[in-house]
């Protein structure tokens, strides 16, 4: 048995012994592979029922957010609420997550650009009218012959190449769908676009994925046309870029952010050690040593920096970690392994910057303010102006103003008090480092 093999083997043995019936609750950050359990351990950062809206009055939205902070997950949910999937919210829900025929072909113009756009979303929307007559026979009861021949007529029309079929207009054969899917008793026509950071030609780049989206939201009419809405969900980086390009009337859309919380993350970890424990486990100190017990699950969540990605990550590398070093019968997780999985963590998504106050006897790490004495504030500060590097010496008479009386053991209760308060792991620190007794050294500085 490969080593890979048996540490797989020993990771699913321990998750059965301690109660996980519904497998690992960190393995997937992927919302469209775990749809079946989305909906128990799913939490609304605040807008869920403002990005749903009310299908009689249905209005485009764009949602913001930081990548791995749930876009997909608030456009799964509300997939699961419409047409075809469920009757829950009465709309039709296209999901329009791939824009292969965008990038076939280049120097298109914008309005070439919107076309190629609305044949997508129509054939897409076609489709979902398909499942939906399929699914739901009262739906399929409604249509009358002429909506029949009106349907075949616009498959016609939607071919998959780029320029739309000779003598039509995709605008008016979207707005006659629309208008169609109204008639047969659903209020609305959700549009939803997501996975626009995800293509290679948009993944490093706000900028194309303005440009990707831009003939859609530079339509106003198509914004707001009556009965249907177009929910976008964007990197949070588009925003300025949005703000600034004049042809999009953000004034006319509805704009929301998705924000994390310490509070929104911790019910996060709560329902998805629930949700996979069959509620067995509410909380990774049911599974740790004293005295990790009492601060795992408040570390896990501050480390995560407001990224249900990243609590997911390092909540996955954690229990490896400990199917790796697991000993015997114990089941419980150690310090030791915790320091480790932290460690890893740290080499895929680096912690939040440090900056030191110059004024204010104060750090910041990310959005976090720590008050300092002034002797700590004074060693970090010269530290923070020496480019994060001093020699032992020459610190020390840059914070004492003298090496008369200053014992090494003075430096070092000082360097531990600091640590305390900035490091999250004081032991295995991040931030400030000693090099070889020969002097201090700060990392992950935020530059001046």
């Known amino acids: 048995m490969t080593t890979g093999a048996a540490l797989t083997r020993n990771l699913d043995q321990w998750l059965k012994n301690v109660g996980f019936v519904n497998g690992n609750p960190f393995a997937s950050a992927d919302a469209e592979r775990e749809r079946d359990y989305l909906p128990e351990y799913f939490i609304d950062t605040g807008h869920y029922p403002l990005i749903l ?20 997950a608030y456009r799964v949910m509300l997939e699961q609420q419409c047409y075809p999937q469920d009757s829950e919210l ?18 298109l113009s914008l309005r070439q650009r919107l076309q190629c ?33 009106t349907l075949q007529t616009l498959e016609q029309a939607t071919t998959p190449s780029l320029a739309p079929a000779k003598g ?47 003939p859609l939201l530079a339509h106003l009419p198509l914004m707001e046309l009556q009965g249907a809405a177009f929910k976008l969900f964007l990197p949070l980086e588009t925003e300025t870029l949005l703000r600034n390009a004049a042809k999009v009337r953000l004034d006319r859309l509805e704009v929301y952010t998705v924000e994390w919380t310490e509070t929104l993350l911790q019910q996060l970890l709560e329902k998805r050690l629930t949700t996979f424990s069959a509620g067995r486990i509410k909380s990774l100190a049911q599974l740790a040593r004293s005295p990790l017990s ?7 969540v501050q480390w995560s920096n407001g990224s249900p990605r990243r609590l997911l990550h390092l909540g996955e590398l954690l229990l490896i970690e400990h ?25 895929d998504f680096p912690p939040p910057e440090l900056s030191i106050n110059p004024a204010l006897p104060q750090a910041q790490i990310g959005t976090q303010l720590i008050g300092l004495t002034p002797l700590e504030h004074k060693f970090l500060l ?3 102006e020496s480019h994060g590097w001093c020699e032992k010496e020459a610190l020390i008479l840059k914070v004492w103003d003298t090496a ?24 295995s620190p991040l931030y400030l480092l000693t090099e070889h007794n020969q002097g201090f050294r700060l990392e992950h500085l935020r530059e001046a």
């Open 53 to 72: 809206g009310d299908p009689q009055n249905p209005q485009s939205t764009l949602v913001l957010a930081p990548r791995g902070c749930g876009k997909t």
């Open 90 to 107: 009465n709309a039709l829900v296209i999901p329009y997550l791939s824009f292969d025929s965008l990038f076939e072909q280049t120097d």
């Open 382 to 384: 010269a530290l923070y």
């Open 323 to 347: 199917a790796r070093q697991m000993q015997g019968e114990d089941l419980l997780i150690a310090q030791e392994t915790w320091e480790r999985a932290y460690a890893l963590f740290h080499r």
């Open 117 to 149: 756009h609305l044949n997508t979303i129509l054939r897409l929307g076609l489709r979902a009218l398909e499942e939906t007559r399929a699914r739901f026979p009262e739906i399929d009861a409604r249509i009358t012959v002429a909506q029949h021949q």
């Open 404 to 427: 008369d009386g200053v014992t090494d053991q003075a430096v070092s209760r000082l360097v531990r008090r600091i640590r305390e308060k900035i490091e999250p792991l004081p032991g």
């Open 168 to 214: 039509r207009i995709p605008m008016e054969d979207f707005t006659t769908f629309v208008q169609l899917v109204r008639k047969l008793g659903v209020a609305s026509t959700y549009v939803i676009i997501d996975r626009l950071d995800e293509q290679p030609e948009t993944a490093d780049s706000p900028q194309a994925v303005v440009d990707l989206v831009l």
């Open 294 to 300: 009492e601060t795992i699950d408040r570390e896990l």
